[in-house]
């Protein structure tokens, strides 16, 4: 029986694709990122190279969530790993406070059961919520923070959670519902290039030969 298929991801195609996603994402303006760890630091680094706060052309701050779905961790239990989202990092009151009035782009690397990005989404919606309720009431709408997802890969498959029909999305590259090694997970990162560099051969002679005939 053979056993679930890969995809190898190198650091050159994660960058190149935050890369070309940014483009789209800057019409957005966001001036806040918020990744989710920890696979989402990486991404939401390299984002920042390619994006400035539109109003002052500064950096954008980097805030970050820790939550684990799949992960083995010490205060999890084995029916947890999988099926619940776990808080491991949350922003604090301040933090909280901070989002306020501004356009927040969480970032994450992949979008797989959208279990976590549903979780994200409705939880630092709940927290905005409750900053704007000790604002006077006609400051609230000014002060709401607005929204989006961003995601380096986004698998095609049934999502067992959800997020906001309004929520801007912006998914870097689709791909079918396949196990992703990335990069950072690598102890040996040259051996992991060189089944990368031999997969995508292999894809490049199949598709030749699929033109020729």
């Known amino acids: 029986m053979a056993g679930p298929k890969h995809i ?29 760890g920890t696979d989402g630091f990486f991404p939401a680094r390299v984002l920042r190279t390619f994006l400035k706060d539109p109003s002052t052309k500064k950096n954008i701050p980097i805030y970050a969530i820790g939550l684990s779905l799949y992960e083995s961790l010490p205060d999890t239990t084995a029916e947890q790993i999988g099926t619940e989202v776990v808080r491991t990092q949350w922003l604090g009151p301040e933090s909280t406070k901070v989002l306020l009035g501004r356009r927040a782009l969480i970032v994450d690397e992949v979008d797989d059961s959208r279990k976590t990005l ?20 006609e400051e609230r709408e000014a002060a709401r ?25 912006y998914p870097g590259s689709e791909v079918q519902d396949y196990w992703l090694d990335y990069p950072w997970e690598m102890k040996d990162i040259e051996e992991h290039d060189r089944l990368a560099n031999e997969d995508k051969e292999r894809k490049a002679k199949a598709q030749s030969a699929a033109n020729a005939n």
Do not use: C, M
């Open 8 to 36: 190898r991801v190198t650091y050159n195609d994660v960058h190149n694709i935050i890369k070309e996603t940014s483009k789209r994402i800057a019409e957005w303006k966001p001036n806040l990122l918020i990744a989710i």
């Open 118 to 137: 549903h979780y994200a989404v409705s939880e630092l919606q709940k927290d905005v919520e409750k900053e704007l309720l000790a604002l006077p009431e």
């Open 145 to 169: 923070t607005k929204f989006a997802v961003f995601v380096v890969h986004n698998k095609l498959k049934e999502k067992a959670g959800t997020l906001p029909e309004d929520l801007p999305y």
